[in-house]
């Protein structure tokens, strides 16, 4: 019965293999390959290896500073997720309690999530326009401004302005995965927490968030990596720019492919995001890992 049963499973699990290796695995590994060889557009016949020569010039090219993208990665992939967790969690713990209209409410508040990136990128180009957004309109009846204001053609604005963007697009993600682990403390413990005196902060604190810490590693990381793997609002409202403003490691990827047609350089980069990801996760798991909270 056992191997009768080990191999019904192996055979259902085939056709998973198959696409995971089809759409998964093979893309990686062709990737990273191309990563290593001279792959441009231009000559498609003639893809010799050349070692490590993308890498260099993506590290050392004058026109687009890698240090300068590395820090705006970080700012994108930091602010963003602090401020979006933040925001999430306070709106979990407000639906936490059924109220009248909850149910709209909550569907008003998820919908962003359902969006696609690139159209919630085009939205926001238009709010933040410097001729006639909405909110150079708002700002200039509030008489807070005299003049309009490039948010996305001024390099001093124009990352806040796509961060602000990218946090309305993932508050929601957030909200739904936290308020679903806040519905699963037990009363009980709350009620205790109430009968030894703590007050509202203590007991959020002490037990709620003790409570949902694997909820909050595993949002967290996820979120950490779609983060720094989401172009798309980035690529709609400025491109990169100005100025290489908020020019980021996937949407300088993007721009290797499509406007120098040069594969090898762009699979450098993926190269360079997938290994940043792979040692985030890594110590961000060995940091992260201890006991678990007992009840």
């Not at 149910?103 to 690139?118: D, H, M, R, T």
């Amino acid at each position: 019965m056992r191997e009768q049963s080990a191999r019904y499973f192996f055979l259902i699990m085939i056709p998973a293999f198959v696409l995971l290796t089809l759409f998964l695995y093979y893309p990686i590994i062709q990737g990273t390959v191309i990563a290593f060889q001279k792959y441009t557009l231009f000559d498609m016949t003639n893809t010799p290896f050349i070692g490590f020569d993308n890498f260099k010039a993506i590290f050392t090219d004058i026109n687009f500073n890698f240090g300068q993208i590395m820090l705006n990665t970080l700012i994108w992939v930091c602010v963003s997720l602090a401020l979006q967790f933040v925001l999430g969690f306070i709106l979990a713990l407000l639906m936490q309690k059924p109220f009248r209209g909850r149910g709209i409410y909550s569907s008003l508040v998820f919908y962003p999530w359902a969006l696609s990136g690139f159209a919630i990128g085009l939205v926001w180009a238009w709010i933040f326009n410097g001729q006639f957004g909405l909110v150079n309109d708002i700002l200039l009846r509030l008489g807070l401004i005299s003049n309009p204001v490039g948010f996305l053609s001024n390099p001093s604005y124009a990352m806040a302005s796509v961060i602000v963007a990218n946090i309305w697009y993932g508050v929601p993600f957030f909200a739904i995965m936290l308020l679903a682990a806040l519905q699963s403390v037990p009363a009980e413990l709350m009620e205790a927490g109430k009968i030894d005196g703590a007050g509202p902060l203590r007991r959020l604190f002490s037990i709620t968030i003790p409570y949902i810490k694997p909820t909050i590693i595993s949002t967290t990381l996820l979120r950490t990596m779609w983060i720094m793997n989401f172009p798309d609002i980035i690529y709609a409202m400025t491109g990169g720019g100005p100025s290489n403003s908020t020019n980021i490691l996937a949407t300088q990827m993007i721009n290797k492919i499509l406007k120098f047609y040069d594969y090898g350089q762009g699979s450098a980069f993926g190269v360079v995001i997938m290994v940043l990801l792979f040692t985030y996760a890594l110590l961000y798991l060995r940091l992260t890992s201890g006991k678990e909270e007992t009840f």
